[in-house]
């Protein structure tokens, strides 16, 4: 049976698909009669984060090949509760040396992530050097072709009472794919959304961290930063991170 990744990008201020604020983004797997549902979730999404001033919306819906798909089980999620953004992200230092990433890498992440709110995709840090491996400025890497198996997800939020929200959810099925790429080390992210504070440190080895403040209510500041091992073929793990289907399953 043919297979689907959808993806939606909303942006404000930019009349193509390179340009604007990044407002919103989905990405989904489905087959031929569950597109019509998936596309009109991923609109109200759209819509939803916009409220209904969007300027642009992309949704594209491309064949993909289901052989080539992976089956991951979702990263095991823990929860630190800290009292505010200096302690959360002293946390996820303390994390990521835990990992194996350098007090440089650490270091130029939290500097990134502190300053910038309009990054769409992942940075790619050396987790050695911490130097900047990719070169897609603000656009930076977009991991897609990734979502929950339909019954595994029920089960999974029964298990999981506490993180109904989509956007948990979403994060675990990213970090997930993320952290089984051959070549990642490690990934820090926060939301750039000014109401949202908790963020995580993914790791295949140390799961789904979770970080109930990363950052203060009003900063726009966020994004993600994937550690890279060092000798990493980036083109290819780009590609992987873009291209291979991925059931969260
Ligand atoms: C985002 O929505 O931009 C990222 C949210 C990451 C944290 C989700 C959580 O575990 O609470």
């Known amino acids: 049976e043919p297979l689907y990744s959808l993806r939606m990008r909303a942006a404000q201020g ?39 001033d969007a300027d642009f919306i992309n949704l594209t ?11 991951l089980s979702p990263l095991p ?24 990433v350098s007090e440089q890498a ?12 309009n990054l769409r995709g992942a940075v790619l840090l ?6 900047r491996l990719d070169t897609r400025g603000e656009r930076g890497i977009r991991v897609s072709r990734m979502d929950w198996d339909r019954e595994r997800y029920l089960y999974w939020q029964n298990q999981h009472p506490l ?24 990934e820090l992210c926060w939301s750039d959304d000014p109401e949202y504070v908790t963020g995580y440190v993914g790791s295949r080895r140390s799961g789904y961290c979770r970080i109930t ?18 000798g990493t073929f980036i083109s290819e793990y780009i590609v992987h991170l873009e291209r291979t289907p991925v059931w969260i399953g």
């Open 14 to 52: 930019g009349a193509h698909e390179e340009g604007g604020l990044h407002i919103s983004g989905g990405e989904r797997l489905g087959f031929r009669d569950e597109i019509e549902a998936l596309v009109s979730g991923l609109l109200r999404k759209a819509l939803q984060h916009s409220r209904g």
């Open 61 to 71: 819906i491309e064949k993909v090949e289901p052989a080539s798909c992976r089956v």
């Open 77 to 100: 999620v823990s929860t630190y509760e800290v009292a505010d953004a200096e302690e959360g992200r002293r946390q996820a230092a303390v994390l990521l040396r835990e990992l194996s």
């Open 106 to 117: 650490i270091r130029n992440a939290l500097c990134l992530l502190g300053s910038v709110n």
């Open 126 to 131: 050396d987790s050695r050097s911490g130097e």
């Open 163 to 186: 993180f109904g929200s989509p956007r948990i959810a979403e994060a675990i099925a990213l970090a997930t794919k993320v952290a089984y790429a051959p070549g990642t080390v490690a």
């Open 213 to 230: 403040r990363l950052k203060e209510q009003g900063d726009f500041s966020g994004g993600r930063v994937f550690f890279v091992e060092p």
